[in-house]
């Protein structure tokens, strides 16, 4: 397959594993990349640069295919030092970021010294419009179905793609919601030219969570995400457990919602311990997206990617093909 996504990213399918808080780590990026698509270690998951500088070093050793490093700069009381994270990155010869969270503008000039191809994942046509302004070589656009942020717009991919795709001379990576090969060929409808997915890859055999995470995730169908944060103008689509539901208790509260309430409910090391690592489902609030819906196995990387290339195949021999004869 050959998109302006495979060129500039240097690989052999348009198909991206997105920064995951605690589940990309090298493991699942190397599997993912092995497999053809684009494999991203989130850099925040390592607890400090020097950590990341040698998971880095580690996903090498798994891989010789290009991988990609994650770095979301969100608000946070105590803010990482996403400088150091970012020269970590330089410093490392990586040659793929997927920004995420804000302008990554300050980290271009360094970035771009070193010839790093900067993807942007955003949720808006003016943040699209404003990355391709700054000199990021893609985007990777998250509609409202997305696990994570999807921004305050609340505007599905049928529609934010397109609009984005008129918009704009950079390739399009489309982002939440998406599970198989039938919705990649709709996504290249839209204007996009490679897909970037989460939650199905949380439910690979490589993702590094406790099984009953990924059992969950073929459990649940698309009504099992609600949005948290949205009193904080930071909404997080997430995976609609107790935890969840308890925030949006206190969301509901009247006067401004104060984050200290929510903080012992929300801590991300809770998330990590309690859900991934343990497999308490109920324990933390974690990241899922709409496309839980469309998820029922456990497939390695490699299997999954020659399903979703032979579906989109498929979509466009069979299921599209009949619109030639309109
Ligand atoms: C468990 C999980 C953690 C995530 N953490 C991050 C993150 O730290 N940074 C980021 O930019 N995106 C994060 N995302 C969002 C994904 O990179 C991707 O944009 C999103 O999952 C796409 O939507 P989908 O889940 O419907 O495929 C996370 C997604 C999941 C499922």
């Given at each position: 397959?050959?998109t302006?996504?495979?060129e500039?990213?240097?690989?052999?399918?348009?198909?991206?594993?997105?920064?995951?808080?605690?589940?990309?780590?090298?493991?699942?990026?190397?599997?993912?990349?092995?497999?053809?698509?684009?494999?991203?270690?989130?850099?925040?998951?390592?607890?400090?640069?020097?950590?990341?500088?040698?998971e880095?070093a580690?996903c090498r050793?798994l891989?010789?295919?290009?991988?990609?490093?994650?770095?979301?700069i969100?608000?946070?009381?105590?803010?990482?030092?996403?400088?150091?994270?970012a020269?970590?990155?330089?410093?490392?010869?990586?040659?793929?970021?997927?920004?995420?969270?804000r302008?990554?503008?300050?980290?271009?000039?360094?970035?771009?010294?070193?010839?790093?191809?900067?993807?942007?994942?955003?949720?808006?046509?003016?943040?699209?419009?404003?990355?391709?302004?700054?000199?990021?070589?893609?985007?990777s656009v998250?509609?409202?179905?997305?696990?994570?942020?999807?921004?305050?717009d609340?505007?599905?991919?049928?529609v934010?793609?397109?609009?984005?795709?008129?918009?704009?001379?950079?390739?399009?990576?489309?982002?939440?919601?998406?599970?198989?090969?039938?919705?990649?060929?709709a996504?290249?409808?839209?204007?996009?030219?490679?897909?970037?997915?989460?939650?199905?890859?949380?439910a690979t055999?490589?993702?590094?969570?406790?099984?009953?995470?990924?059992?969950?995730?073929?459990?649940?169908?698309?009504?099992?995400?609600?949005l948290?944060?949205?009193?904080?103008?930071?909404?997080?689509?997430v995976?609609?457990?107790?935890?969840?539901?308890?925030?949006?208790l206190?969301?509901?509260?009247?006067g401004?919602?104060?984050?200290?309430?929510?903080?012992?409910?929300?801590?991300g090391?809770?998330?990590?311990?309690?859900?991934?690592?343990?497999?308490?489902?109920n324990?933390g609030?974690?990241?899922?997206?709409?496309?839980l819906?469309?998820?029922?196995?456990?497939p390695t990387?490699?299997?999954l990617?020659?399903?979703i290339?032979?579906e989109?195949?498929?979509?466009?021999?069979?299921?599209?093909?009949?619109?030639l004869?309109?």
């Amino acid at each position: 397959m050959k998109t302006r996504i495979t060129e500039l990213l240097g690989i052999e399918y348009p198909i991206v594993q997105g920064g995951m808080m605690w589940v990309g780590t090298a493991d699942l990026a190397a599997a993912v990349s092995n497999a053809g698509g684009l494999g991203i270690i989130t850099a925040l998951t390592l607890p400090t640069p020097d950590a990341l500088t040698k998971e880095i070093a580690r996903c090498r050793e798994l891989t010789s295919k290009p991988f990609g490093v994650n770095l979301t700069i969100l608000p946070a009381i105590n803010p990482p030092p996403y400088e150091e994270y970012a020269k970590a990155i330089v410093e490392s010869g990586v040659k793929i970021v997927e920004t995420a969270g804000r302008n990554p503008q300050p980290f271009m000039s360094a970035f771009k010294a070193v010839g790093i191809k900067v993807v942007h994942k955003c949720t808006s046509v003016r943040h699209a419009l404003k990355a391709e302004s700054i000199g990021c070589d893609a985007v990777s656009v998250d509609g409202f179905e997305c696990a994570g942020h999807p921004g305050e717009d609340d505007i599905t991919n049928l529609v934010l793609i397109p609009v984005v795709a008129a918009k704009l001379s950079i390739p399009i990576l489309a982002s939440g919601g998406i599970a198989n090969g039938y919705q990649m060929a709709a996504a290249f409808a839209l204007g996009a030219e490679g897909i970037n997915m989460g939650t199905r890859f949380v439910a690979t055999q490589e993702a590094p969570v406790h099984d009953n995470v990924k059992q969950a995730i073929i459990d649940a169908d698309e009504r099992q995400t609600t949005l948290i944060f949205r009193t904080l103008n930071n909404t997080a689509r997430v995976f609609n457990n107790k935890v969840a539901r308890e925030v949006l208790l206190i969301e509901d509260q009247d006067g401004a919602t104060d984050f200290a309430k929510l903080q012992p409910l929300v801590a991300g090391e809770r998330g990590r311990e309690e859900v991934m690592v343990s497999g308490d489902i109920n324990g933390g609030v974690w990241a899922a997206g709409m496309a839980l819906g469309l998820i029922d196995d456990i497939p390695t990387c490699e299997v999954l990617l020659q399903r979703i290339v032979a579906e989109a195949r498929e979509a466009v021999e069979s299921r599209v093909s009949s619109l030639l004869n309109l």
